[in-house]
Structures are given as C-alpha cells and as structure tokens.
C-alpha cells in the first residue's frame, strides 16, 4: 500500500528534475517562479463548501494559497482561544459570528473593513469601525419532519413551535443541546426572545415532554429526522436541505411564530504575518461572486441583490426570521445556560 | 525485590541515568501539557486567579452528581461484563487448543481497530429506530444507558483481553505438572495456581476497563441520549461554551479514577512474583474435546457478536440512503467528493500511526524495563509510573487542548513542533502511554530477575542483557505494544482534533466530520477502510510472530 505513494514520489521527483533541467537549458530570462502567500484560514464551512471557495478565491487571487483548517464551530473556537497566545491562522473564514464578536472582545481581531461592506445588509456587519467582522451568509434554526414516518405513524405536519408540545410528539423530537452546541442555544434565545422569558420558560417546560434527545450537535437532529431516527429534528436549515437533495422523506418548515439565526463570518486575526494577503480574502468575502457561492447553499445572504434560493429550501426563511438581539444573547449566555441546565439537563435520567 | 544496601555500579548509575531522562520525557509529553490545561481550573475565564471558586460552584450543581453517578454506573457494568467475558476469551486462546486459533485470536482485536464511530452507526443500523432488530429491545431504546454499556463492551473487550492474554501466556507447565501430581481438582488448581498467577493481569484489565469507560466520550456522544456523564460534561464545558476553567475542574475530577488505580496497582505489584523463572518449562495445552469444545463455543459467539457489529457498518457503508434507499454503490468510498482532502487524510493516517508504533513501542518498553529493573531510586521510579498512568485516566480533548496550550506558548523551544505530524506522533503515543507501559510491564515482571543477577556476575552489562535476554524474551509483548499503538494512532479523535494542521489531517478526524455533515453511510466507509488497513497489519503481525515464535521463541519449549 505504501508503493503507491512512493511511486508518485518517485514519478513527482522525477518530474521536478525535469522541469529544472529545461528550465536550466531554457533561457535565463525565464521570471522565476512568484512564491505563493500560503494564508491559514481556520473555518467551520462544510466540507464540500471548501474546495469551490478555495477553487473561486485563488481564481481572482493568483499569489495567495489558501490552506484550510475546517472542524465543527465548537472545535474551531476553542482551538482558537487556545491559540491565543501564539496564533496560528490567518484568517476566518466562516464560523459563527458569536464566536468571532467573542474573539473582538478579547483583543484576538484585527479590524477591518473589506473594499464593498457598505453594500451589506446592515445586520450582516459588526457596527464598529472599523469592522471586527463581517457576515456571510445567515442560518437558521428551523424544524425538519419526517413525512415518511409521519405517515406511518400518523402524525399531523406541525405548523408553529406551539405545535410541538402537542401530546402526539411524545418523545419523537430532538433537538440540539444549547449547552454543548451554539445551535441549541440560539433556538432557546429566540423563544426566549418571541415569547418573553417567563412564556418561554413555560414553553419549553412543555416541549421537554416530547423531547427524546438533547443532542450535543446543531446539524444532527435533521439528519436524524431525515433518517428516520426521529420523527422531528429541531436544528441547521441547510443540513436538512442537503439530506432532503439526497433523497430523504422530509419537509423543512419555518414555524409561524419565526425563528432563530446565526451569522457566518470572516475576520482577520491579529498578528497574523500574511496581513495584506488576509485583507484580500476580506475583500474578496463580501464581493459578488462570494456571495453567489454562499447562495448556493444558505438561502440568506449578505449582499441584498444576490438572490439565493438554495435546492429544497423553504422559501418564506428569510420574512420568518426574527430579530434577534445579538448583545443581549451574549450578555445572558451564562444565565440562560445555567438555568436550561439546572431544568432539563440535570434530570434527564435514563428513560426506562 | 529484596535490594542489599551495596555501592552502585556502573550498570545501577546507567539505569538511573536513563530513568531520570524518560521521567523528564515524560513530564513534556504528558505531565507539563496536562498541567497547562488543569490549572485553568484554578482561573476565571479572563485568566484572574480565583482559587478553588470553580470547583465550589462545579459542586454546588446537582447536575454533577448526576453525571458522577452515571458515570461510575456504566463503568461498573462494564468491567463487570468485560473482564469475565476477556478472561473467559483470553484463557480460550491461551490454555486450550482451539481450532483455528488465529482467527479467533484477530477476531478479538477488531474493535481496536475500529473508530469509536463504527460500533455506534452499527448500533444504530442494528437497534436504532428503523434497525433490524429493533424488536430484541422490547419497545427500550438503544440511546442511553444500555447503548452505551453494548458499545463500551465491544470497544474494550480487546484492551481487556490484551492484557489478559500476556498474563496467561506465560506459565510454568511445572507448576500443573506438580499440581497434577499431587491429584488437585481441575477447580483447585484453577484457583491456586492459574488465578494467582493471572491475578495482575486481571486487576489491571479490570482497571484499564473501568477508566477507559469513564473517559471515554465518543460512545457516550453518538448513543448515550440524554445520559449524562463526566466525560460529555467536559465537552460541553470545553466545545460547547469554551468554559477551559470548568473544563478543566471536570477534567480533575476525572483524574480520580486513575490516581485510585495508581494506588491500586502499586498495592497489586509489591505482591507480584516472577512466574517466568529461569528454570520455567512453558505451558503447551494439550487436546481435550469436552472443554476445548465449550471455549470454542464461547469464542464463536463472541466472535459472531463482534462480526455482527462490523458487518453491519460494512454493509452501511455500501447504501445509498439509510434507511430510505437500500440499494448498493461503491460512490461512499470515493472520499474526496466528501472532504476536500480525499484520500490525503487517509496516508497521514499511516505515516501517523507508523511513526507512532516505532517511538512508542521503542520509548513504552525500555521505559518499563527502567522502571521494573533499576534497583532503588523510588522516588523517581514512583514518578514515572504516576505519569505513565495518567494518560488513560485524561479524555483525549483536555490532553489535546493541554499541548496547545503548552506546546503553543510563546518561547517553548519546542514550539516548531507544533502543527507538525512530529506533534501528532508525540501526543497519540502520549494518549495510550498506559496500556503499552502496562503491557511491557507485565511482561516484564514474569521474567525472573535471576537472568539479571547471572549476567551482572558474569560481568555481562546490563543493556547486553537487555538487548540480547530480555527484549528477545519479551519480543511477542514488543510486536503487540507496537500493533496496539499503530491501530489507535490509526482510530484516535478526541485529542489530535485540536492538533492537525492543513497538511495532516487524518483520516479518523475526517470520518467525524463526514459523520457530523450527515454522510453517515462514507463515514462508515471511512471507518471500513481503518479497519480494513489496520486487520492487513495484524495479519503481518500474526505472521512475522509465527516466524519469531518459531527462531527466537524455540527455548519456550522442551
């Protein structure tokens, strides 16, 4: 197994020796080779989302190398706080902008502000100047159903959140733990902040009885909705979108009441080495182009002229959203945390 | 060991010269990055000094209590479940003549090679809420406690049988010959002389089990439900809020476990006598149908439960849509089409585990040699056996975060490893210190010392001894210290997440991420191939131990 690789070695060596050699009889004229700027950029984009950005940035950027540092939202940030002392990456380039407003509260972020950010929508820039980070794309916390098991089992399509503290949903919902996963907590903060807290305590009091599962991930429970696992997933818009591409029996509803949302975000890190290499990417997040990347896969976008209608995508997302009070989530993050914890993490014994 | 108050020797300044150098190597690998990420513990979120404050607030929750609680549950019925089951196995493969011994012997390891993913998708493929057998449940639930307990089981079943195995493979034949004589009952010589003899084996498997359980987050994550335990409180402390000060606090309380083991062992080993003596006649079973038939039987069953899993997430991985579109396609193992690295992950993979398998087994088995032969010298001694057995006792994600805290840090002179595959290696030989130390160790202690003292006074030095004796002696436990550390540097996740840079992920951080985008079905694929490549190294092993067996194993017989 190991031959393979040794012989592409052999076979790359053997290639670099031959282009020396024609360059070496070639003309001493011949520019050398520019060296590229290899730009580190740490990212919770998905996987398949990496190589068309890379592909498309390097495109309009020829003397900049992007090597991607991708994991889930929660690793990425805690790697980057870890790092803090001594950073590493370059760039971000798509992770929650909780995670970088965070960073800019900690002195970890270059500010910026990339050539076109006056186009944005304006909740998809920071509000300092200048910028500590600029929004991509938006996503949603939205509800996934299962119609194929719904048939089965004959359950009803739910319409609203108060739909699902309906008895028929008795342990058939899942939804992601708030804390172990950015997701949950930005579904608990938007009833918390349609209903008011007391309302919205109250609700998910009654939703806890039809929850089979807290998960400790914002992309699981629609897949585990479009598997059949579980009838209702409570989580990410496009995870359910790309499932439902794929085949699976399942219907992504925007509840009637609205629903929560994040922003993706770039930002540049401070002390980075590649600054001005960093600034391009910035630049380049917020053109055009960019966003009819992002439009290929988030159904809301910076840019207001960019029409993104992503396969199997609901199409009333974007009215639906609510208007969600970025500072004040932060602010009461630790409070709110504590208290979902103390009311149904602490007593979710084993169901028997 | 009796030591005599005489001058030291040159071999005696050697040995401390060189346990003194692994005790040092060993608080870089483990003990400073540990440090680095515990302390934490003792600090506000905006690094202030704060003393023991979190730990008040972390106790005062009842939540925690909750978690310790399952957390000790599910370890206790898992050792209780693995240990019998791994002697049962061990004692099969060891004591009886078992038709196709081999098999059954490769069969036991699959679960080390696999990710701790695999038995958790086969899991639910089996007994989710569409699997097959759904109906054995009885309208339970796989998610949660019983899950776990399955998983946990089929994933430390050969941690456990390793170690048993070693303990069984070495016997004095004249110690049954004796017994034999003397006309002892089968049960008599049973609890006489084959449980004693095997005594620090078990309570070390039994130890490894219970640790391995406590530690242990991704059975807990992908099938645990809303089971809470230590280790997935850690995770949301750490991933979830990016709280490192109660990370950490949890992560202390983790470390209780292993310290109670520490204690233990040390307790178990000043009994421990040699069992190999110099005059030892090794132990060849001979043919008996009765019993060779029912340890056949019970390997065979083990054996199936163990396939079962496996077969399943290989069938998982040829599907197109579970559960929805069962038709078969090779498309799950084209890997580039799910992650940008494609293959790549896969060849960082093996040069990972290579690496790891050659400076682990090298480092783990002279380690254990200089602990177990240096005369003396408690103090230091003690020291490196403390910081060889941490590492099991610490979930891979507060290890991974300590080394980038301290390999990280501004002006370490050992920064340019950082973000290297120098990194992974180091931290992966790091993570499974334990088991590979542990392994050496009992090996070790069944050589009689006497080989040592006929050298010293054939003025023989020590590491001839050790190079031309002792390592020979111990070359099957050398070869499976090496395959053990190839296989889990092959599987490992929890700590090298936070470490690979874009040049070397690996493939079993890859796999994860497949799974968390929702290709369950190239995720499982992805894990196949891990089984597959490290079941190809194992077959080398089983041949190349044949081989040896045979050359340099031929004075085990008579």
Same mark, same amino acid.
């Given at each position: 197994?190991?031959?393979?690789?040794?012989?592409?070695n052999?076979i790359? @060596?053997a290639?670099l020796?031959?282009?020396?050699?024609?360059?070496?009889v070639?003309?001493?004229?011949a520019?050398a080779?520019?060296q590229k700027?290899?730009?580190?950029?740490y990212?919770?984009?998905?996987?398949?989302?990496?190589d068309p950005?890379?592909?498309?940035?390097?495109a309009?950027?020829p003397?900049?190398?992007?090597?991607?540092? @991708?994991?889930s939202?929660?690793?990425v940030?805690?790697?980057l706080?870890?790092e803090?002392?001594n950073p @590493?990456?370059?760039?971000?380039?798509?992770l929650?902008?909780?995670?970088?407003?965070?960073?800019?509260t900690?002195?970890?972020?270059?500010?910026?502000?990339?050539?076109?950010v006056?186009?944005l929508?304006?909740m998809?820039r920071s509000g300092k100047t200048p910028?500590t980070?600029?929004g991509?794309d938006a996503y949603?916390?939205?509800?996934?159903f299962?119609?194929a098991e719904?048939?089965?089992g004959?359950?009803?399509?739910p319409?609203?959140?108060?739909?699902?503290?309906?008895p028929e949903?008795?342990?058939s919902i899942?939804m992601?733990n708030?804390?172990s996963?950015?997701?949950?907590y930005?579904?608990?903060a938007?009833?918390?902040?349609i209903?008011?807290e007391?309302a919205?305590w109250?609700y998910?009091?009654?939703?806890h009885?039809n929850?089979a599962?807290y998960i400790?991930s914002?992309?699981a429970?629609?897949?585990q909705a479009?598997?059949?696992?579980?009838?209702?997933g409570?989580g990410l818009?496009?995870r359910?979108a790309?499932?439902?591409?794929?085949?699976?029996?399942?219907?992504?509803?925007?509840?009637?009441?609205?629903?929560?949302?994040e922003?993706?975000a770039?930002?540049?890190?401070?002390?980075t080495?590649?600054?001005?290499?960093a600034?391009? $990417?910035?630049?380049?997040?917020v053109?055009?182009?960019?966003n009819?990347?992002?439009a290929?896969?988030?159904a809301?976008v910076?840019?207001?002229?960019?029409k993104?209608?992503?396969?199997?995508y609901?199409?009333?997302?974007?009215p639906g959203?609510i208007?969600?009070?970025?500072?004040?989530?932060?602010?009461?993050?630790?409070?709110? $945390?504590a208290?979902?914890?103390? @009311?149904y993490?602490g007593?979710?014994?084993?169901?028997? | 060991?009796?030591?005599?108050?005489?001058?030291?020797s040159?071999?005696d300044?050697i040995?401390r010269?060189?346990?003194v150098?692994l005790?040092? !190597?060993?608080?870089?690998i483990?003990?400073?990055p540990l440090?680095?990420?515990?302390a934490?513990?003792?600090?506000?979120?905006?690094?202030?000094f704060v003393g023991?404050?979190?730990?008040?607030?972390y106790f005062?929750?009842?939540?925690?209590f909750?978690?310790a609680l399952n957390?000790?549950?599910?370890?206790?019925v898992s050792t209780?479940i693995?240990?019998p089951?791994?002697?049962?196995?061990a004692?099969?493969?060891?004591r009886t003549?078992?038709?196709?011994?081999?098999?059954?012997q490769?069969i036991a390891?699959?679960?080390?090679?696999?990710p701790?993913l695999?038995?958790? !998708?086969?899991l639910?493929?089996?007994?989710g809420?569409q699997?097959?057998f759904?109906?054995l449940?009885?309208?339970g639930?796989?998610?949660?406690?019983?899950?776990?307990v399955i998983a946990?089981v089929?994933y430390?079943?050969?941690?456990?049988?390793?170690?048993?195995?070693t303990?069984?493979?070495t016997?004095d034949?004249r110690l049954?010959?004796a017994?034999?004589?003397?006309?002892?009952?089968?049960?008599?010589?049973f609890?006489?002389v084959?449980?004693?003899?095997?005594?620090?084996?078990?309570?070390?498997?039994a !130890?490894v %089990?219970?640790?391995?359980?406590?530690?242990?987050?991704?059975?807990?994550k992908?099938?645990?439900?809303?089971?809470?335990?230590?280790a997935?409180?850690?995770?949301k402390q750490?991933?979830?809020?990016?709280n490192?000060?109660?990370?950490?606090?949890?992560g202390?309380v983790?470390?209780a476990?292993?310290?109670?083991a520490f204690?233990?062992?040390?307790?178990?080993?000043?009994?421990?006598v040699?069992?190999l003596?110099a005059r030892a006649?090794?132990?060849v079973?001979?043919?008996?149908?009765?019993r060779?038939?029912?340890?056949?039987?019970?390997?065979?069953l083990?054996?199936?439960?163990?396939?079962?899993i496996l077969?399943m997430?290989?069938w998982?991985?040829l599907?197109?849509?579970?559960?929805?579109?069962?038709?078969?396609?090779?498309?799950?193992?084209d890997?580039?089409?799910?992650d940008a690295n494609?293959?790549?992950?896969?060849?960082n993979?093996?040069?990972?585990a290579?690496?790891?398998?050659?400076f682990g087994?090298?480092?783990?088995f002279?380690?254990?040699w200089?602990?177990?032969k240096?005369?003396?010298f408690h103090?230091?001694?003690?020291?490196?056996?403390l910081?060889a057995?941490l590492?099991?006792?610490v979930?891979?994600l507060?290890?991974?975060?300590g080394?980038?805290f301290f390999f990280n840090?501004?002006?370490?002179?050992?920064?340019?490893?950082?973000?290297t595959?120098?990194?992974?290696?180091?931290?992966?030989?790091?993570?499974f210190?334990?088991?590979?130390?542990?392994?050496?160790?009992?090996? !070790?202690k069944?050589?009689?010392?006497?080989?040592?003292?006929?050298s010293a006074?054939?003025?023989?030095?020590i590491?001839r001894?050790?190079s031309?004796v002792?390592?020979?002696?111990c070359?099957?436990s050398?070869l499976d210290?090496?395959?053990?550390?190839?296989?889990?540097?092959?599987?490992t996740?929890s700590?090298?997440?936070?470490?690979?840079?874009?040049d070397t992920?690996?493939?079993s951080v890859?796999?994860?991420?497949i799974e968390e985008?929702?290709?369950?079905?190239?995720?499982?694929a992805?894990? %196949?191939?891990?089984v597959l490549?490290s079941a190809?190294v194992?077959?080398?092993?089983?041949?190349?131990?044949?081989?040896?067996?045979?050359r340099?194993?031929?004075w085990?017989r008579?």
């Amino acid at each position: 197994m190991g031959d393979g690789m040794i012989g592409n070695n052999i076979i790359r @060596r053997a290639a670099l020796a031959g282009a020396a050699a024609v360059a070496m009889v070639g003309l001493a004229a011949a520019p050398a080779f520019a060296q590229k700027t290899k730009l580190t950029v740490y990212t919770a984009l998905e996987n398949d989302q990496l190589d068309p950005f890379k592909k498309a940035f390097e495109a309009d950027n020829p003397g900049i190398e992007i090597a991607w540092v @991708r994991d889930s939202t929660g690793v990425v940030t805690a790697k980057l706080i870890a790092e803090k002392d001594n950073p @590493r990456a370059d760039v971000i380039w798509g992770l929650a902008a909780s995670s970088t407003a965070l960073f800019a509260t900690m002195g970890m972020i270059e500010p910026y502000a990339p050539k076109g950010v006056e186009a944005l929508k304006p909740m998809f820039r920071s509000g300092k100047t200048p910028d500590t980070w600029v929004g991509m794309d938006a996503y949603l916390s939205l509800v996934c159903f299962n119609t194929a098991e719904g048939k089965k089992g004959n359950k009803p399509v739910p319409a609203s959140w108060a739909d699902l503290t309906k008895p028929e949903y008795k342990d058939s919902i899942v939804m992601p733990n708030p804390a172990s996963s950015g997701t949950g907590y930005l579904t608990i903060a938007a009833w918390l902040q349609i209903m008011g807290e007391e309302a919205g305590w109250k609700y998910m009091d009654a939703l806890h009885q039809n929850i089979a599962q807290y998960i400790h991930s914002g992309s699981a429970p629609c897949v585990q909705a479009a598997k059949g696992e579980r009838l209702i997933g409570i989580g990410l818009d496009m995870r359910g979108a790309s499932e439902k591409t794929k085949g699976a029996p399942i219907d992504l509803i925007v509840p009637k009441e609205g629903l929560g949302w994040e922003l993706e975000a770039t930002a540049i890190v401070k002390g980075t080495k590649n600054l001005d290499a960093a600034k391009k $990417l910035a630049d380049w997040a917020v053109t055009k182009k960019a966003n009819e990347l992002y439009a290929k896969t988030y159904a809301v976008v910076a840019l207001p002229d960019v029409k993104a209608a992503p396969v199997n995508y609901p199409v009333n997302a974007e009215p639906g959203m609510i208007k969600n009070d970025m500072e004040w989530m932060a602010k009461n993050r630790e409070r709110i $945390l504590a208290e979902w914890t103390k @009311r149904y993490d602490g007593k979710s014994a084993p169901k028997k | 060991m009796p030591s005599t108050k005489v001058g030291l020797s040159r071999d005696d300044l050697i040995m401390r010269g060189g346990v003194v150098l692994l005790a040092a !190597l060993l608080l870089v690998i483990v003990g400073l990055p540990l440090w680095a990420l515990l302390a934490k513990g003792f600090e506000d979120r905006d690094g202030k000094f704060v003393g023991l404050a979190n730990y008040v607030s972390y106790f005062s929750t009842p939540a925690l209590f909750n978690s310790a609680l399952n957390s000790l549950h599910v370890a206790a019925v898992s050792t209780v479940i693995v240990v019998p089951l791994a002697f049962l196995y061990a004692y099969a493969l060891t004591r009886t003549v078992l038709p196709m011994r081999w098999l059954f012997q490769g069969i036991a390891l699959i679960p080390i090679f696999a990710p701790s993913l695999l038995p958790g !998708l086969a899991l639910i493929y089996l007994f989710g809420t569409q699997g097959f057998f759904k109906a054995l449940l009885g309208g339970g639930s796989i998610y949660g406690f019983d899950g776990i307990v399955i998983a946990q089981v089929f994933y430390c079943f050969p941690h456990a049988t390793l170690i048993l195995v070693t303990a069984l493979a070495t016997a004095d034949a004249r110690l049954y010959e004796a017994a034999d004589a003397l006309g002892a009952s089968k049960l008599r010589v049973f609890f006489t002389v084959t449980l004693p003899g095997a005594k620090y084996g078990l309570i070390s498997a039994a !130890l490894v %089990v219970f640790t391995l359980v406590i530690t242990d987050f991704g059975i807990a994550k992908v099938i645990g439900g809303n089971f809470n335990v230590l280790a997935t409180d850690v995770y949301k402390q750490v991933i979830g809020q990016q709280n490192f000060s109660m990370g950490a606090v949890v992560g202390m309380v983790l470390l209780a476990p292993a310290a109670l083991a520490f204690v233990v062992d040390r307790l178990v080993q000043r009994k421990q006598v040699a069992l190999l003596t110099a005059r030892a006649v090794p132990l060849v079973p001979k043919p008996k149908p009765g019993r060779d038939f029912v340890f056949t039987l019970i390997c065979t069953l083990v054996s199936i439960g163990i396939l079962a899993i496996l077969g399943m997430a290989i069938w998982g991985s040829l599907i197109k849509y579970w559960p929805y579109n069962l038709s078969l396609t090779l498309d799950n193992y084209d890997f580039a089409k799910f992650d940008a690295n494609g293959w790549d992950s896969y060849w960082n993979s093996v040069e990972m585990a290579v690496g790891a398998a050659l400076f682990g087994t090298a480092l783990m088995f002279t380690g254990a040699w200089l602990t177990e032969k240096t005369r003396g010298f408690h103090v230091v001694r003690g020291v490196v056996q403390l910081l060889a057995f941490l590492p099991m006792a610490v979930p891979g994600l507060v290890l991974g975060l300590g080394y980038i805290f301290f390999f990280n840090a501004p002006g370490n002179p050992l920064g340019f490893l950082y973000a290297t595959m120098g990194i992974l290696v180091v931290n992966t030989v790091a993570h499974f210190y334990t088991v590979g130390h542990l392994t050496a160790t009992t090996a !070790l202690k069944q050589i009689d010392p006497e080989f040592e003292s006929v050298s010293a006074s054939l003025k023989v030095p020590i590491w001839r001894t050790f190079s031309r004796v002792t390592a020979p002696i111990c070359l099957p436990s050398i070869l499976d210290i090496a395959i053990y550390l190839f296989v889990n540097a092959m599987t490992t996740v929890s700590s090298v997440i936070f470490l690979y840079s874009p040049d070397t992920k690996l493939a079993s951080v890859a796999a994860v991420n497949i799974e968390e985008a929702g290709t369950t079905a190239a995720a499982a694929a992805l894990c %196949v191939v891990i089984v597959l490549t490290s079941a190809a190294v194992k077959i080398v092993h089983l041949l190349a131990d044949r081989f040896l067996l045979d050359r340099l194993q031929a004075w085990r017989r008579r």
